[in-house]
């Protein structure tokens, strides 16, 4: 399970890297949004910048790093992916334009930019099954943040995409001469971006994690993520890490502890993130089971569980899906274990 699930997750914030011109406040107004998850704040902020300012590229880049990030942290790329991929099409036309408009620092940034649009486009397009497509957009952008890093080798969160397509290449493709060699060199990468200043550093701490999960070095991923919720302890994609973990571990208190304080958060969000709520219950019913608990009390919350009322788009996520098929499954079992 958590292998499947690191792979979708692995890039949640990938697009966060940013620096932009606007005036300090407004910048880190729309950051702290972003960060806190409050996606529709963020967006309202930098929409109501580009409406005073149609020609600011750095506004208009953070507000698609918004959407894709909410995208990815609600799975919803099924059915909203495609206006994600016109709208970062418009936007790298518009960051082509600038970029031989600008120099020096300037000029990396945008640079910077163009890169990243086009690894968001590459992550989307692989999300909906266009491998071909994506792994077109995935070279440039790789060859573009590359770019970047000799341009400016302290521009720490160059380094994430380029870290993560060596690592997944890698994986992937390992069996290629070439290519084996390449993961350690990926990871290598992504702990680099995890210098960069916030918060393009819980970028690369949100793919280190997964990483690290994927090769079972649980203890070291889960320190990276106390770390992050140390300071923001309602991040669900940190949560949900840490849930996740200490469930690999057999640490089944604080599993469950973890798991109750996802469904809580995530239940609570406008509008609900169901794949975080519905892991929340995953986990939380694994502990129970086995923990041996009551079957009534597993059965009441397999109920509980089934009985949200997940909108139909929602449903049709894979991740959705796996969840209710795991609840429905262990509500069967423990009804028909009850004494009558």
Same mark, same amino acid.
């Given at each position: 399970?958590?292998?499947?699930?690191?792979?979708?997750?692995?890039?949640?914030?990938?697009?966060?890297?940013?620096?932009?011109?606007m005036s300090?406040?407004?910048?880190?107004?729309?950051?702290?949004?972003?960060?806190?998850?409050?996606?529709?704040?963020?967006?309202?902020r930098?929409?109501?910048?580009?409406?005073?300012?149609?020609?600011?590229v750095?506004?208009l880049y953070?507000l698609?790093a !918004?959407?894709?990030?909410?995208i990815?942290d609600?799975?919803?790329?099924?059915? /909203?992916?495609?206006?994600?991929?016109?709208?970062a099409?418009?936007?790298?036309?518009?960051?082509?334009?600038?970029?031989?408009?600008?120099?020096?620092?300037?000029?990396?940034r945008?640079?910077?930019?163009?890169?990243?649009?086009?690894?968001?486009?590459?992550?989307?397009l692989?999300?909906?099954g266009n491998?071909?497509s994506?792994a077109?957009?995935a070279? !440039?952008s790789?060859?573009?943040?590359?770019r970047?890093? /000799?341009? %400016?080798?302290?521009?720490?969160?160059?380094?994430?995409?380029?870290?993560?397509f060596?690592?997944?290449?890698?994986?992937?493709?390992?069996?290629?001469?070439?290519?084996?060699? #390449?993961?350690?060199?990926?990871?290598?990468e992504?702990?680099i971006?995890?210098?960069?200043?916030?918060?393009?550093?819980?970028?690369a701490?949100?793919?280190?994690?997964?990483?690290l999960?994927e090769?079972e070095?649980? @203890?070291?991923?889960?320190?990276?993520?106390?770390?992050?919720?140390?300071?923001?302890?309602?991040?669900?994609?940190?949560?949900r890490?840490?849930a996740?973990?200490?469930?690999?571990?057999?640490k089944?208190e #604080?599993?469950?502890a973890?798991a109750?304080n996802?469904? %809580?958060?995530?239940?609570?969000r406008?509008?609900?993130n169901?794949?975080?709520?519905?892991? @929340?219950?995953?986990?939380?019913?694994?502990c129970? %089971?086995?923990?041996?608990?009551?079957?009534? #009390?597993i059965? /009441?919350?397999?109920?509980?569980? /089934?009985?949200?009322?997940?909108?139909?788009?929602y449903?049709?996520i894979?991740?959705?899906? %796996?969840?209710?098929a795991?609840?429905?499954?262990?509500?069967?079992?423990?009804?028909?274990s009850?004494?009558?």
């Amino acid at each position: 399970m958590i292998s499947k699930q690191s792979r979708n997750r692995v890039t949640i914030l990938v697009l966060v890297s940013c620096t932009t011109v606007m005036s300090r406040s407004e910048l880190d107004s729309a950051l702290t949004d972003l960060v806190a998850q409050r996606y529709d704040a963020a967006g309202g902020r930098l929409v109501s910048r580009l409406n005073r300012n149609p020609g600011d590229v750095d506004a208009l880049y953070l507000l698609l790093a !918004t959407k894709q990030t909410r995208i990815l942290d609600y799975e919803s790329y099924a059915f /909203e992916g495609d206006r994600f991929v016109s709208l970062a099409d418009s936007v790298a036309d518009v960051l082509r334009r600038s970029l031989p408009q600008r120099r020096g620092t300037d000029s990396v940034r945008c640079l910077f930019y163009l890169g990243n649009t086009y690894g968001g486009i590459s992550l989307i397009l692989g999300k909906k099954g266009n491998l071909l497509s994506a792994a077109r957009k995935a070279l !440039t952008s790789v060859a573009m943040l590359s770019r970047v890093q /000799e341009l %400016d080798p302290s521009m720490w969160e160059a380094y994430l995409g380029t870290g993560i397509f060596k690592y997944y290449l890698s994986e992937t493709l390992g069996w290629l001469p070439g290519t084996g060699a #390449r993961a350690a060199e990926g990871i290598r990468e992504v702990r680099i971006a995890t210098r960069a200043p916030f918060p393009y550093n819980l970028a690369a701490r949100n793919s280190l994690c997964w990483i690290l999960i994927e090769r079972e070095h649980y @203890g070291v991923a889960d320190s990276v993520a106390r770390t992050v919720l140390s300071t923001h302890p309602r991040n669900t994609i940190f949560l949900r890490i840490r849930a996740h973990v200490a469930l690999k571990q057999g640490k089944l208190e #604080r599993a469950e502890a973890l798991a109750r304080n996802l469904v %809580d958060i995530s239940g609570s969000r406008l509008p609900v993130n169901w794949c975080d709520l519905l892991s @929340g219950y995953h986990v939380l019913l694994r502990c129970l %089971d086995a923990k041996n608990v009551d079957s009534d #009390r597993i059965v /009441e919350l397999c109920d509980k569980a /089934e009985s949200l009322k997940i909108p139909e788009k929602y449903r049709l996520i894979s991740h959705v899906q %796996d969840h209710l098929a795991y609840i429905r499954a262990l509500r069967l079992r423990h009804s028909d274990s009850r004494v009558p």
